[in-house]
């Protein structure tokens, strides 16, 4: 029988793990399961989040308790080993220090970044909000047609905290630039 999001959900409260889970991408994964259609990536961290969901899924199925650990996976800039650190709540290379901070339940928040993109993300950030905030647009309209504008780059998921290389700041300045334009031709 297929697994619904109630399924799912309960078993996360049942082990103490539900905080932090974002129960879309879960469902999302284990539709793909279940329908025969999961596809692994070349991310060694989308790998990793996947094998977790996996992971989750099968405890589902055996009624066993799922204990969550830190996932495992390669530097998305060097190919380097990372590493967890539970203080900082946070994932780090070891060879160039890229980083990036982790849910509750050790998902990482978007891909590893060097301290130049952790910089970049935030200008985008700024950019983004400037329009909302002076513009005609509001938060929730900004960050739809943002979508809609990059979705056809399946990498990016519209997530500024999947930023991490040249061609991306590229992709998401193009689209805020679009965006400007659009909210000055309203008014
Ligand atoms: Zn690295």
């Given at each position: ?74 530097c ?6 990372v590493?967890?650190y539970?203080?900082a709540?946070e994932y780090s290379c070891?060879?160039c220090k890229a980083k990036v901070t982790a ?5 990482p928040k978007?891909t590893l970044v060097s301290k130049?993109f952790a ?69």
């Amino acid at each position: 029988m297929a697994t619904s999001s109630s399924d799912l959900v309960t078993h996360l409260k049942a082990c103490n793990i539900f905080v932090g889970v974002d129960v879309k991408y879960y469902m999302s994964i284990i539709n793909d399961i279940e329908n025969g259609k999961l596809e692994m990536t070349n991310s060694s961290l989308e790998n990793a989040k996947i094998n977790r969901v996996k992971d989750v899924l099968s405890d589902i199925k055996r009624g066993k308790r799922t204990t969550l650990k830190p996932l495992e996976f390669e530097c998305n800039h060097c190919g380097g080993n990372v590493r967890f650190y539970s203080r900082a709540q946070e994932y780090s290379c070891l060879e160039c220090k890229a980083k990036v901070t982790a849910h509750a339940d050790l998902m990482p928040k978007g891909t590893l970044v060097s301290k130049r993109f952790a910089r970049i993300r935030v200008q985008l950030h700024n950019e983004l909000d400037e329009l909302w905030r002076t513009g005609e647009m509001t938060r929730n309209e900004v960050y739809q047609k943002l979508s809609k504008k990059i979705s056809h780059h399946p990498s990016m998921a519209a997530h500024i905290g999947n930023v991490s290389t040249n061609e991306d700041v590229a992709l998401y300045y193009h689209a805020i630039i679009q965006l400007r334009s659009e909210s000055i031709v309203k008014q």
